[in-house]
């Protein structure tokens, strides 16, 4: 069973960079996966605030985790690619960042157009950033391909 302490393991083999930036999973379920990353001096700016790219790694693992989720619940064997990103950064990212993705529903929908249909298809799943004060530091969009294998 896929956990959010599974997911943190497998990051520090398969994911090195989000690992020593101090990204972490902290809630995993099949409707919602949060991570976080507390600003440091390992991924900070020039600009005394979180690096942008950093930030791109919390919110990507927060959907590409939920993604895992999914594929072991349904027992699917997919290959799974980000064809895109969008992103916008409404305030300094400082102190810990948590990144929330609550796209379950969506992922389920589209892994179940993949499995009738047995073609490629894609999602675009979000994620927002917020700081510890509850503000919305940064919102993401990442479109995901997924192919049956």
Same mark, same amino acid.
């Given at each position: 069973?896929?956990?959010s ?28 996966? #949060? ?15 979180? @690096? ?6 919390a ?12 594929? #072991? ?39 179940? %157009?993949?499995?009738?249909k ?11 950033? @917020?700081? %510890? ?7 993401f969009?990442? #479109? ?5 294998k």
């Amino acid at each position: 069973m896929l956990t959010s302490k599974k997911i943190n393991f497998y990051t520090f083999f398969k994911l090195p960079a989000a690992w020593w930036s101090g990204v972490r999973v902290t809630t995993l379920t099949s409707k919602t996966c #949060e991570t976080y990353v507390r600003y440091s001096w390992r991924n900070q700016n020039p600009f005394k605030s979180m @690096y942008f790219a950093v930030q791109a790694m919390a919110a990507e693992l927060s959907t590409g985790a939920l993604i895992l989720k999914q594929l #072991e619940e349904k027992e699917l064997k997919v290959s799974m690619l980000v064809l895109g990103m969008k992103s916008k950064y409404f305030k300094k990212a400082v102190g810990k960042i948590k990144f929330s993705c609550l796209d379950g529903d969506k992922i389920g929908h589209s892994l179940l %157009e993949l499995n009738t249909k047995k073609s490629i298809c894609t999602c675009i799943l979000t994620a927002n950033g @917020y700081d %510890e004060e509850g503000d919305l530091v940064a919102n993401f969009e990442f #479109e995901w391909t997924f192919k049956l294998k």
